[in-house]
């Protein structure tokens, strides 16, 4: 059942958490590899954004750039049988098990970067840090350390992974008690990135600022409306606080010209609903391309897409119950289904079922 987490918070904030390697081993094919995913780009967004545009590149070409720009992109969650994410939006409501949790926090130590919307940061006052054992993977990269290897000896807990919460209105009140800023002050996490819009970044609250920057963390800007993507929005979106969108590409663009190498989304239903059709439209494009390639012809790739590396959900042997947050990405069309995993597998930690596997086209 759904219990709240709160008793239990102090505890949890020390204690390290242990997870078996041969479920590591299971996942690895749907993790960032440990010593590469992309090259670290040192560059500003500004100079990415120069070189995109850059004439004698056409369309598929950028597109090409496009994807060797982006981060290696994850996304994972927790859901009950029913597909929701909590019991309501603004309740914290935990459905993973100790295994799965423990596997969630394995799956941080592997990436650079762990992001969620501006809605789970308000309603769960997230810690976003790492407390496996051991050595670490992608999170040490942004400090220029060497790989250590996901299991390397249980010393203390795996570097954590960079929070990153896109919160394009600066509507997350951020206070030197917000648990993002108090791991960072004691060294359990690192200092939160928080991403805006270009028209919000002067309205940033100056509290919210000084808890930010106060720990090292950095309100970036990030430049792009997501113009035309209506349709990627799930018609529940009113619920869950639509109120203008970020171009994804631009985000993840903004995150690689920080030196982002690899991304693991955690959250919530809005952002979850966003990037599986984002990706849907990705895999089927990709499809297109390699069917035409097929007879010599290429097809234009139209509207924003993004590529999404794995998909890793952990499914609770629990129904919550109509009204919470439910991940329901939109159709590509009435008659036409959502986004289809392939390449699954299924490993039973706990009482939980994992389920990894990569967008089909
Ligand atoms: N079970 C799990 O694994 C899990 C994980 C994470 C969260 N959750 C739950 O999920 C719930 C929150 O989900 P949610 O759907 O309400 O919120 P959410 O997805 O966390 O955040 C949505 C917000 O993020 C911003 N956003 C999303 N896409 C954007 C884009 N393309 N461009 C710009 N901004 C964008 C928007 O902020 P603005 O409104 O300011 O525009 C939007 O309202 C909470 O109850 C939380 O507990 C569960």
Known sequence: ????????????????????????????????????????????????????????????????QQQQQQPFLTLTYAQSLDSQLSLAPGVRTTLSGAESKAMTHFLRSRHDAILVGAGTAVADDPGLNCRIGGGGGGGDVLEGKGDKGA??????????????????????????????????RQGKGRPPWILVAKGCVDGVA????????????????VEGEGEGDEELRATDAADKGSRGNLCWPAILCTLAAEGVRSVMVEGGGRVIDELLALGQRHANAQASTDDDDDDGHTRAVGTATVRIDSVIVTIAPVWLGTGGVTVSPARPAATTAGPRLKEVRWVQMGEDMVLAGRMAG
């Open 206 to 221: 100056a509290e919210s600022r000084r808890a930010v920057e106060s720990v090292g963390g950095r309100y970036l800007v």
């Open 151 to 184: 299991r390397g000896p249980a010393l203390g807990a795996a570097p954590s992974p960079r929070p990153v919460v896109l919160d394009p209105h600066a509507r997350w009140q951020v206070r030197d008690s917000s648990k993002v800023v108090r791991l960072a």
């Open 1 to 64: 059942m759904a219990q709240p987490q709160q008793p239990q918070q102090a505890r949890q904030e020390d204690d390290l958490l242990v997870f078996p390697s041969d479920w590591a081993d299971k996942l690895e094919e749907y993790l960032p590899p440990h010593s590469s995913c992309s090259p670290v780009r040192t560059g500003s967004a500004s100079n990415q954004q120069d070189h995109s545009q850059d004439s004698s590149n056409g369309p598929q070409q950028q597109q090409q």
